[in-house]
């Protein structure tokens, strides 16, 4: 049996080793560092395609129930009293989608404008690389996670296009609630984001 000193200097050798791989990795992201793995889509188990229908049913409802509230929100107080409706509702429908669908449902983007939309931890790298293919990411608990890409339409120009595409009246609603706003800029076409979803394992 080790002595406590022994076993003190194998676990200080551990450690320098661990830390001289971690400088070693700095350049390129750790592999899988959090149990998540992307599966490509032809290579889905039937209850991952399972799991999966279950996201995009999830991301469809979101997808109309926002549109649904913007336009009615555009009509009820025009661009700029829009502004305000999506920031009190768009965090409210994620969840109320979340909890009728038994999952985990939200926004991000490389560009965001509230800040509360960063990515889960699973989705960092792709959104730093901005990967613009819907992806499929398995946990090894059984999970299953997907990041699905958001284009530009003409309609989202009014809020998120260029300097000259944005009425004063947003630009003034804005500046006021999100003084760090990085989502202006974009063309029509371009990746805005995408909706990520997290389903939980099937028991
Ligand atoms: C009336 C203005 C308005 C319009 C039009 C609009 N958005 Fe947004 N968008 C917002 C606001 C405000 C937020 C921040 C919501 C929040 O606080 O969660 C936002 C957030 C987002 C986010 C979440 C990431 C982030 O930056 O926080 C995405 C993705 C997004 N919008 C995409 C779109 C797309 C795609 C369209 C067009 C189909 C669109 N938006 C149209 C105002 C708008």
Not at 114 to 121: E, G, Q, T, V
Not at 132 to 141: E, F, G, I, K
């Amino acid at each position: 049996m080790k002595s406590w000193a022994g076993r003190k200097i194998v676990s200080r050798v551990l450690l320098s080793a661990c830390g001289f791989a971690m400088i070693g990795c700095a350049e390129s992201p750790p592999q899988n560092p959090t149990g998540w793995k992307v599966v490509p889509v032809e290579s889905l188990t039937e209850s991952q395609k399972e799991q999966q229908k279950r996201a995009l049913a999830a991301k469809d409802a979101m997808f109309e129930a926002l549109m649904a509230r913007l336009q009615q929100a555009m009509s009820e107080h025009g661009a700029g009293g829009a502004v305000r409706v999506c920031q009190e509702e768009a965090p409210k429908i994620a969840e109320k989608i979340s909890q009728e669908k038994g999952l985990a449902i939200g926004r991000t983007s490389f560009k965001l404008r509230n800040p509360n939309n960063r990515p889960p931890d699973w989705a960092a790298t792709l959104v730093t690389a901005r990967t613009s293919q819907p992806t499929v990411l398995a946990h090894s608990d059984g999970r299953l996670a997907t990041l699905l890409p958001i284009q530009v339409k003409a309609q989202c120009l009014m809020c998120h296009g260029k300097e000259d595409n944005i009425p004063d009246e947003v630009k003034t609603a804005l500046k006021e609630r999100y003084p760090n706003d990085a989502a202006t800029g974009f063309a029509e076409g371009d990746l805005r984001g995408w909706f990520w979803v997290e389903v939980p394992a099937i028991q």
